[in-house]
């Protein structure tokens, strides 16, 4: 009976190392994020975001149901909709230019950015293809 339980303490022991290694394998593919990342937090979501909006811009034919209703009179919506999205890039450019070329600020340029990220956080939900 005591090499039953032996046997059946060893089959438990590598049931565990097997589980142990499959998670560090799973886990090895994400890294834990630097604290260089959160220190400069807009600088590293603008050189993530900056390119999807360019790309966004670039294959989009449609637009948000909704500016039908909220554009100016005589545009047209779709034209409303690209000239958002360059604001928001305009905003995202600007952080990811920010400290690589230590960039000075007019008090036009803020209130682009301004604008730029308002407009982002306003249609967060409609930013798909």
């Known amino acids: 009976m005591s090499k039953q339980m032996t046997f059946r303490a060893r089959q438990r022991k590598l049931k565990r ?4 290694e499959e998670w560090s394998r799973l886990m090895g593919n994400h890294r834990a994020v630097g604290i260089e990342e959160a220190w400069n937090l807009e600088v590293y979501a603008a050189k993530y975001i900056a390119p999807r909006l360019k790309l966004l811009r670039k294959i989009t034919h449609g637009y948000p ?3 039908n209703r909220q554009c ?3 545009n047209d919506a779709f034209e409303c909709w690209q ?3 360059d604001k928001m890039l305009f905003a995202f450019e600007y952080y990811d230019d920010l400290y690589a070329r230590r960039l000075v600020t007019t008090n036009e340029e803020q209130i682009r950015v301004k604008e730029g ?3 982002f956080a306003e249609w967060y939900e409609h930013l798909w293809y």
């Open 17 to 20: 190392k097997i589980r142990n």
């Open 65 to 67: 149901g909704e500016l």
């Open 72 to 74: 100016p009179e005589g």
């Open 83 to 85: 000239s958002m999205l």
């Open 117 to 119: 990220l308002r407009l």
